[in-house]
């Protein structure tokens, strides 16, 4: 098999072999992508995959930066919360709709090119909203770790509500009351509650956000006052 058998088709190019190993990541996950089946979804040898990319980790790394590439960092909003609680909102869509994406972003050292402009906006909005640089650095990464975290959390919990409501019932009556009093009381909660049966069993990925976000303003404003208690001394 030559690069193409068909003599008619186009020579192939790097962003073609990155998407194919995007769709087999998805119907497959990442652990079953080799350059063979890569390969083979491309109608060519796997050898010839090498004139495209260096190697896997090649591969990898391009598939990693075509998903994050997906991810809206607004540039027409003025209040840095609402830029970052769009930004989280989008990355959320985007890496669910990759389930293998969460994982592999958090183990790649060698970004890329969209990866480098996704973190390197993050930081000017907060750097533009006053934080300092090194809260900006623990800022992005604290709310990259929430988004990445909560994602893969919500893509790997095994049960829907009408299960943890059955399972909660099973479980409720030979749960010692006196050695679990908060179980048993979340337990019975959940058995008698109005979760709706598409709750996942994870808690509200907004709740969270908000929770990041309002943390960060209070830090912003102790660092301002601080900041004008200075220069009110300095005078």
Known sequence: MTER???????????????AAINL??????????????????HVKAMSLYNHVKDKDDVLDGIV???VSKI????????????????????????LLHPW?????????NPGPS???????????????????EMSDHAWNTLDSYIYGYTLQELNY??????????????LPHLPIDEYPYMAELTQHIVKSSYKDDYKGV??????????????????KSQNKNKGSKNEYKK
């Open 25 to 42: 990541a998805d119907l497959n996950g990442i652990e079953s992508l080799s350059m063979r089946k890569l390969g083979d979804s491309l």
């Open 72 to 95: 809206n960092v607004p540039t027409d909003k003025i209040d840095w919360k609402v830029v970052l609680y769009e930004r989280a909102i989008s990355a959320h869509e985007v890496l």
């Open 158 to 171: 095994p049960f829907d509500m009408a299960e943890i409501k059955k399972m909660a019932a099973t479980y």
């Open 5 to 19: 058998s068909n003599p008619n088709a186009k020579p192939l190019s790097k962003e073609q072999v990155l998407y």
């Open 203 to 220: 808690h509200n990925y907004n709740f969270g956000l908000d929770l990041i976000l309002d943390g960060l303003e209070r830090i912003l």
């Open 65 to 67: 930066d075509i998903v």
């Open 115 to 133: 990866m480098l402009r996704y973190i390197d906006s993050t930081m000017g909005i907060l750097r533009n909203a006053g934080f300092s640089i």
């Open 101 to 109: 994406a969460s994982g592999l972003i958090m183990s790649r050292s």
